[in-house]
T-cell receptor, first 113, second 117 residues
Framework: GDSVTQMEGPVTLSEEAFLTINCTYT??????LFWYVQYPGEGLQLLLK?????DKGSNKGFEATYRKETTSFHLEKGSVQVSDSAVYFC????????????FGQGTELSVKP | NAGVTQTPKFQVLKTGQSMTLQCAQD?????MSWYRQDPGMGLRLIHY???????DQGEVPNGYNVSRSTTEDFPLRLLSAAPSQTSVYFC????????????????FGEGSRLTVL
């Protein structure tokens, strides 16, 4: 079945460092891809999304490009802030599987001042 | 705008007890779902509903029941709690129904932390 694999955390960075969180997926159809973020003590919220190959999703300085050839959707940010400390989840939604959202295991990011 | 509201936020149960986690949304979303979040395992889908009167199983449905009598409410019932059900539970809803124009853009509640002793 469909699945999502993320790099393991925790990831610890200094403020203003460059961030990459790797995400790869397996899907039988043509999924939409998402990054969700969970701040401490809160539910998940959508960070960005891409619905077809080569689309780039972006929000709050974060970017991710849908790469069909490598089945990847890596999350990047050029300069992280302490306020970016959170858990990041990569996810896919495949219409061939009823459109349900399938999540990766999450990657915890800690940004130090 | 309240969004997705879950109650209770915290609950401690003894093995064998039953309880219901409540979920309500005020966005007129057709799609609602329940996930559990466990360390190192991400979120796993328990049950979901594409509209009132319609429910279906997700990845880990055993030990849980759901019903959807109204568009707004989607309670999750634990019939006989087990320590393996200790987890954080999230309810989430979406504008569109699965298989139609589902964008996958879920709106989450703040979670319910359940401990089963």
């Amino acid at each position: 079945g469909d699945s999502v694999t993320q790099m393991e955390g925790p990831v610890t960075l200094s403020e203003e460092a460059f961030l990459t969180i790797n995400c790869t997926y397996t899907a039988t159809g043509y999924p939409s891809l998402f990054w969700y973020v969970q701040y401490p003590g809160e539910g998940l919220q959508l960070l960005l999304k891409a619905t077809k190959a080569d689309d780039k999703g972006s929000n709050k300085g974060f970017e991710a490009t849908y790469r069909k050839e490598t089945t990847s959707f890596h999350l990047e940010k050029g300069s992280v802030q302490v306020s970016d400390s959170a858990v990041y989840f990569c996810a896919l939604s495949d219409r061939n599987q009823g459109g349900k959202l399938i999540f990766g295991q999450g990657t915890e990011l800690s940004v130090k001042p | 705008n309240a969004g997705v509201t879950q109650t209770p936020k915290f609950q401690v149960l003894k093995t064998g007890q039953s309880m219901t986690l409540q979920c309500a949304q005020d966005m007129n979303h057709e799609y609602m779902s329940w996930y559990r979040q466990d360390p190192g395992m991400g979120l796993r889908l328990i049950h979901y509903s594409v509209g009132a009167g319609i429910t279906d199983q997700g990845e880990v449905p055993n030990g849980y029941n759901v019903s959807r009598s109204t568009t707004e409410d989607f309670p999750l019932r634990l019939l006989s709690a087990a320590p393996s059900q200790t987890s954080v539970y999230f309810c989430a809803s979406s504008y569109a129904i699965a298989g139609s124009t589902n964008t996958g853009e879920l709106f989450f509640g703040e979670g319910s932390r359940l401990t089963v002793l």
